[in-house]
C-alpha cells in the first residue's frame, strides 16, 4: 500500500509537530507514509473566496503531486472534503477521480481503512473534542446532531479508547467554531464570537486539553485561547495518540 | 465594490451589545432545541423529509402544469385569480381590490410575501389602514421595523422593548414587562381592528393545485379571525406554494412546526376553498423573480422551501448577528442564497456570511443543499466580477504560488520569518489584519514540516 502524507498548507508552515505526529502516529500502526515535497496547498482559499477558477492549476498540481498512491492520508478534515466534494469542476480523468476518492482524513484512514478501532496508550487528562464541521457534517465521520441524539463518531471512540481520558459533555456537541476559512477574515467578528462561546462551552465543562482532527478549527481556537491567556491546551487528536501510544 | 453596508459591518453592529448577541443566541438555540426533540420522536423523519423534497422537486419540474391546474380549480370555486409579475403588480393588485371593494381598513395575517414586496407602505400611502394581526408583526409594524426572522419576527426585541414599544403606541402602563399583560393589551387593541376591518389579506402556506384551496398555519387564530369577519379576503401567494394533492399537504404539515419551533402541528392550519355566501375571495399569485430561480439550475432547489426558519434557528451566524444583519426579507442562509437572485451586487455579501458548516442543510425540512448553494453563489458572484478587487487580486496571487512549489516554499520561509521579525503591534494591528482583532497568530515554529521532513531523510540516507 502506497500511502502519501498530505499535509494542509498552514500546518506545513505552522504546526509542522501536528505533520510529524501523524507520520510517526501511522509508523506505528504499520503503514510508512512518504511526504511527497512538491506539494502546496488543496486551494479551498480560493474556492472559498468565490475564485474556483482561479484555484484550478493548484487542482492540477495536486492531482499530479499524489496521482501514484493509493491513498492520500491529511491531518484535515476540511481540506479532505475540499479534494474529495469541489474537484468536480476540473476535467473528471481517472488521474482526477482516483485521487478524489483516495484522499481520506487520517482518523477516517485509521478507523475505515485499516480498521482500527481502538489505539493503545494513557492519556490521564479531561479532553474536549471539538468536532469539525467538514469532517463531522461533510464526511460523516461522527453523528449529527440535526439527526439524532447519539454522540458517536470516529475520534470519539478512538479517544474514549484511551486509558485515564475524561471526555468533555459540551453543551452544544457539534456547533461550528466560526473558522470557515476566508470567513474568519473577512466577518472576523462572528467569527471570534463564535470561536469564544465554544472555547467558553469547554471552560465550563471542565476541558483541560481541547483536540480535533482539523487544525483548521484548532488554530482559530487557539488564537482565541492565547489571545485571553486562557487555562486549556490546544493539540491536535494525532499530537494526543502520538504520544499516548508510546 | 457594493455601496451598501456587508453583512459583516452590519453585524459587529448588533455584536457591539455583547449581553444582547447572547441572549439572542442563547433563545434561537432553545428553539432549536425544541425541534430536536420533536424531530428525534418522530422516527421517520428523514424519510418524511426525503418524501416532501420528492414532492417540491416534482411541483417544480412542472410548475406551470400545477399552476394552470390550481387556478381552473379555484375559478371553478368561485374565487378569483390574479397574476403579478413583480411587487409592483402584486400591490397594484391588492390596492385595486381594497378599492373595488370600498374599504379602507385592512387586517392582514402574517405574511413574508407581502414584506417582500412591501405592501403595507403602498397601502398606506394610498390612505388604507393596514394592521398586521399576527402579535409579533403587530409590535415590529408600531416600530417601524422589518421582521428579523421568518417564523419569529420579533425574537430580536426583548420584553422591555415591547413593554416600551406598547407603552408609547397603546398606552399600557410604562415599565410593564409581564408577557402575559402584554398580550393581553394587544388582543384588547387587535379585537377594534378586527372588528372593523372590511377586508383580511392573508399569505398562503400551501396552494393544493387538486382543490384549488389554499392553507394557511398560524398559532394565533388570527388570520380565521380577520378572514371570518371581513367580507373580503385577499390571499398572496408566491407561486412556489403549489402542491400537486391534498394528499400531499400532510407530509408538510408534519415537517413544517416540527422543524419551526418543536411543535407537533401548527395551532391553526385552516383551508380556504370558496368565499362564504355573500363574500368574495382573490387569489394573487406573485413571480416576482421566482421563474428566474426556477431557471438557475444549481439554485432552483431553494424554491423548495416552507419558511420554516429552521435554518436560522440554527445557524451559528444568524444566531449572533441578528435578522437585520442580512438586510434582506428572508434572512439566514435560506435568505442568503435567495437574496442574490433579486439583486447580486446588493447582496453580494450575504453568501460569505456563512462557514458553510452544513448545519442549515442538515435541518431543512425539505432537503434543501443550502450551504452547497451558498458555495456556488459565491463562485457565480466571483465569476461576475462583484468581489472586491484586494480579494480578487489577492486570490489570484495566491493560486500562482500555491500551484509552483519552490514559490510556495520561499514564500512559506519568508511569511515565517516575517511573523517572527514583525512587532506584535504591527501584525495584530486591527485595519492590518482582521484576524489579529481577537485571536493571537500561530507562534511559527523554527522550522517549517517539509525542512524537518527533508532534513530527516537527508539523515537516514546517511
Ligand atoms: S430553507 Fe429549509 S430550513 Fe430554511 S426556512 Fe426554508 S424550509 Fe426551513
Same mark, same amino acid.
Given at each position: 500500500?502506497? +500511502?502519501?502524507?498530505? +499535509? ?15 507520520? @510517526? ?57 475540499? +479534494? ?41 487528562? @479531561? ?101 485571553? @491567556? ?17 | ?6 453583512? #459583516? ?17 442563547? /433563545? ?25 423534497? *420528492? ?32 411587487? *409592483? ?12 371593494? =370600498? ?28 394592521? *398586521? ?14 421582521? &428579523? ?13 415591547? =413593554? ?7 398606552? /399600557?402602563?410604562?415599565?410593564?414587562? *409581564? ?22 389579506? %392573508? ?56 422543524? #419551526? ?29 421566482? %421563474? ?65 458548516? =452544513? ?30 478587487? %484586494? ?7 495566491? &493560486? ?10 520561499? =514564500? ?11 512587532? !506584535? #503591534? ?21 522550522? &517549517? ?5 527533508? !532534513? ?7
Amino acid at each position: 500500500m502506497k +500511502v502519501a502524507l498530505f +499535509v494542509p498548507c498552514y500546518v506545513d508552515q505552522f504546526y509542522p509537530q501536528v505533520a510529524i505526529a501523524s507520520l @510517526q502516529l501511522l509508523e506505528k500502526l504499520g503503514v510508512r507514509a512518504v511526504f511527497p515535497a512538491q506539494q502546496t496547498c488543496c486551494g479551498q482559499p480560493m474556492a472559498n473566496s468565490g475564485c474556483e477558477q482561479d484555484a484550478k492549476p493548484v487542482y492540477h498540481h495536486f492531482v499530479e503531486t499524489f496521482q501514484d498512491y493509493d491513498y492520500v492520508v491529511g491531518p484535515a478534515g476540511s481540506c479532505v472534503y475540499h +479534494v474529495r466534494k469541489h474537484f468536480d469542476i476540473i476535467d473528471q480523468t481517472p488521474a482526477v477521480q482516483h485521487v478524489r476518492t483516495a484522499t481520506v482524513e487520517l482518523f477516517d484512514f485509521i478507523t475505515s481503512i485499516l480498521g482500527v478501532t481502538e489505539l493503545p496508550g494513557r492519556f490521564p487528562h @479531561q479532553v474536549g473534542l471539538h468536532l469539525s464541521c467538514h469532517g463531522q457534517r461533510g464526511l460523516h465521520q461522527a453523528n449529527e446532531s440535526e439527526m439524532t441524539p447519539v454522540r458517536d463518531g470516529q475520534l470519539r471512540r478512538l479517544l474514549a479508547g484511551l486509558e485515564g481520558l475524561t471526555l468533555t459533555e459540551l453543551d452544544r456537541n457539534d456547533e461550528c467554531c466560526g473558522f470557515g476559512g476566508t470567513f474568519c477574515v473577512s466577518e472576523a467578528g462572528i467569527s471570534a464570537r463564535m470561536g469564544q462561546d465554544r472555547v467558553a462551552d469547554h471552560l465550563r465543562h471542565g476541558t483541560q486539553v481541547l483536540t480535533g482532527g482539523d487544525m483548521s478549527c484548532l488554530m482559530h481556537l487557539e488564537g482565541l485561547v492565547r489571545r485571553r @491567556q486562557l487555562p486549556l491546551q490546544v493539540r491536535h487528536a494525532a499530537e494526543i495518540f502520538n504520544q499516548a501510544f508510546a | 465594490m457594493s455601496q451598501s453596508p456587508t453583512h #459583516a459591518q452590519r453585524s459587529d453592529v448588533f455584536l457591539l451589545d455583547a449581553e444582547r448577541t447572547t441572549w439572542h443566541d442563547e /433563545t434561537l438555540w432553545f428553539v432549536r432545541q425544541k425541534r430536536d426533540k420533536a424531530v428525534y420522536a418522530t422516527p421517520e423523519f428523514q424519510e418524511l423529509r426525503q418524501l416532501a423534497s *420528492d414532492i417540491k422537486d416534482h411541483t417544480l419540474s412542472q410548475l406551470a402544469e400545477y399552476l394552470e391546474q390550481f387556478e381552473a380549480a379555484a375559478l371553478a370555486n368561485g374565487v378569483r385569480v390574479h397574476w403579478a409579475a413583480d411587487a *409592483d403588480e402584486h400591490n397594484a393588485i391588492v390596492l385595486g381590490i381594497v378599492r373595488a371593494a =370600498g374599504a379602507s381598513r385592512v387586517v392582514k395575517s402574517k405574511s413574508m410575501l407581502t414584506e417582500e414586496c412591501h405592501l403595507n407602505p403602498h397601502l398606506l400611502a394610498n390612505g388604507v389602514e393596514v394592521i *398586521d394581526s399576527d402579535l409579533g408583526e403587530r409590535i415590529i409594524q408600531l416600530r417601524g421595523e422589518a421582521p &428579523s426572522h421568518v417564523v419569529l419576527p420579533a425574537i430580536h426585541l426583548k420584553k422591555e422593548d415591547v =413593554g416600551e414599544t406598547f407603552w408609547q403606541h397603546l398606552g /399600557t402602563e410604562k415599565g410593564l414587562t *409581564d408577557p402575559q399583560q402584554l398580550t393581553e393589551a394587544a388582543r384588547q387593541h387587535l379585537r377594534e381592528k378586527f372588528l372593523a376591518a372590511e377586508v383580511a389579506i %392573508s399569505g398562503v402556506n400551501f396552494a393544493v393545485a387538486e382543490t384549488g384551496s389554499v392553507v394557511v398555519c398560524t398559532n394565533e387564530g388570527n388570520a380565521d379571525l380577520a378572514i371570518g369577519l371581513a367580507r373580503v379576503h385577499i390571499a398572496c401567494m408566491g407561486m412556489e406554494k403549489l402542491l400537486p394533492r391534498l394528499s400531499d399537504l400532510a407530509v408538510f404539515t408534519r415537517l413544517l412546526t416540527r422543524s #419551526a419551533t418543536g411543535q407537533p402541528i401548527t395551532t391553526y392550519t385552516s383551508h380556504f376553498t370558496r368565499p362564504a355566501p355573500g363574500k368574495e375571495m382573490h387569489v394573487v399569485i406573485v413571480n416576482n423573480g421566482r %421563474s428566474q430561480q426556477l431557471g438557475r439550475p444549481d439554485f432552483r432547489a431553494s424554491l423548495k422551501c416552507i419558511r420554516c426558519g429552521a435554518c436560522m434557528n440554527t445557524c451559528p451566524v444568524y444566531r449572533r448577528s441578528g435578522g437585520h444583519s442580512y438586510d434582506f426579507t428572508i434572512p439566514g442562509p435560506i435568505g442568503a442564497i435567495l437574496s442574490p437572485n433579486i439583486d447580486m451586487r446588493q447582496h453580494v455579501s450575504l453568501p460569505f456570511a456563512s462557514t458553510l458548516c =452544513g448545519s442549515c442543510t442538515d435541518v431543512c425540512p425539505v432537503k434543501i443543499d443550502i450551504h452547497t448553494q451558498l458555495y456556488k453563489w459565491r463562485q457565480v458572484l466571483g465569476a461576475e466580477g462583484m468581489l472586491p478587487a %484586494s480579494k480578487k487580486y489577492s486570490m489570484k496571487l495566491l &493560486s500562482r504560488v500555491l500551484a509552483r512549489p519552490g514559490l510556495f516554499k520561499a =514564500g512559506g520561509v519568508a511569511a515565517r520569518l516575517g511573523l517572527r521579525l514583525v512587532p !506584535h #503591534a504591527l501584525s495584530h494591528a486591527p485595519g492590518y489584519n482582521p484576524w489579529a482583532i481577537a485571536r493571537e497568530l500561530p507562534a511559527p515554529p523554527k522550522q &517549517s514540516f517539509r525542512e524537518w521532513y527533508a !532534513h530527516q531523510s537527508s539523515v537516514s540516507a546517511k
